[in-house]
């Protein structure tokens, strides 16, 4: 097992020394300084790990641990006897020729970057720079894209993923079914490998780097995003953002009926040719043949199939506890948009 070393300096006079004295035209194998957390960065630190020709001594940073589990680069590291520090500020660093970043979250400072001779390489789930920011994968799925990508890009100081551009990957397509933590698995290994064609060649990869231009914002997906309105929302832009998020069991969609709140956490894929529109968007009836609730939303509808209120129920369940209920009643019943007070507090995003 690993010793973790807590690093008290981002970096030690004698490193920033060999910085200095160091060219940017070394080719591999380089000594490498990677820092990562999750399954996203594992896939690119275990190519690392096994390619010997490009890497020739690898260490690895991770975030301080947030109770006892352990994530997923340091089991990785201490299952394989990597050298593993702890983040906070870097003491006794060796001569690294370069540093990877993969979903770490936290920016770099530029001590810290102009530290490595051949600076600091971030692997990104986007093709940037489209999706810059904490969640592209989530938020490619969210917009309904049919496509998206990897970037290999230089890291630059006081912003994230704006740094000149390595290489990207090809287009890999999205499918309307599609989770993101299906996608993320699949960019993860396109990264990696993405990673080790860019590091084979890196000194001819930065002398035709590429300038970022205009792009857009991957922001973390907030509790704000959990809501929904059937009043303004299609069937299928609710589908995505249950593919994006809401499957998970942290992130399940929510809406309210009669003021309770209503977690919605199984979908069935809606008819994407369908147009339909509601005179009363929210409108839940039971379809036995589906067993499933159909909802209507603005425009088409989606089917749920478990939900949770005070438990987790079937769909049928809350047919024979609260659509009869109302029918007999003479009342329909409306799922309606949930206010959230703390719309703007931000949970931990899903895979991407």
Not at 203 to 232: H, M, V, W
Request: positive net charge; contains cysteine; hydrophobic residues 35%.
């Amino acid at each position: 097992m690993n010793k973790l070393k807590l690093l008290r300096k981002y970096v030690t006079p004698q490193h920033r020394l060999l910085a200095s004295n160091s060219t940017h035209s070394k080719f591999p194998p380089y000594n490498v300084l990677f820092f990562g957390t999750d399954d996203f960065a594992l896939a690119s630190l275990k190519k690392l790990y096994r390619e010997t020709s490009i890497v020739d001594n690898l260490e690895v940073v991770v975030l301080p641990r947030k109770g006892k589990s352990k994530c997923a680069v340091e089991r990785f590291a201490d299952d394989n006897d990597i050298l593993l520090y702890t983040w906070g500020k870097l003491a006794e660093l060796k001569p690294y020729d370069l540093g990877v970043v993969v979903s770490f979250g936290k920016m770099m400072p530029k001590e810290l970057i102009e530290s490595f001779p051949m600076g600091m390489l971030n692997v990104h789930g986007s093709l940037l720079p489209n999706y810059r920011g904490a969640a592209p994968i989530s938020r490619a799925i969210e917009a309904g894209d049919i496509s998206t990508g990897v970037t290999v890009l230089k890291i630059a100081p006081h912003r994230y993923d704006i740094g000149n551009i390595l290489s990207w990957s090809n287009f890999v397509p999205i499918d309307d079914e599609t989770t993101s933590g299906q996608l993320n698995t699949t960019l993860a290994n396109i990264g990696a490998q993405l990673l080790i064609e860019t590091l084979s060649d890196l000194p001819s990869k930065s002398l035709n780097s590429t300038e970022q231009g205009a792009g857009s914002r991957a922001s973390k997906i907030t509790l704000n995003d959990t809501y929904i309105d059937f009043n303004s929302a299609t069937a299928m832009e609710i589908w995505n953002k249950y593919r994006a998020f809401g499957y998970t069991k942290r992130l399940p969609l929510r809406c309210s009926l009669e003021g309770q709140m209503v977690r919605l956490t199984e979908f069935l894929k809606p008819d994407a040719s369908d147009h339909s529109t509601w005179d009363q968007p929210g409108q839940v009836w039971y379809d036995k043949k589906s067993k499933s609730l159909v909802i209507a939303c603005k425009q088409g509808l989606v089917r749920c199939t478990k939900l949770t209120l005070v438990r987790p129920i079937s769909a049928l369940d809350f047919k024979n506890g609260h659509i009869q209920i109302r029918y007999k009643r003479g009342e329909k019943t409306v799922f309606e948009s949930l206010i959230n007070p703390r719309s703007q507090q931000q949970i931990a995003a899903t895979p991407g």
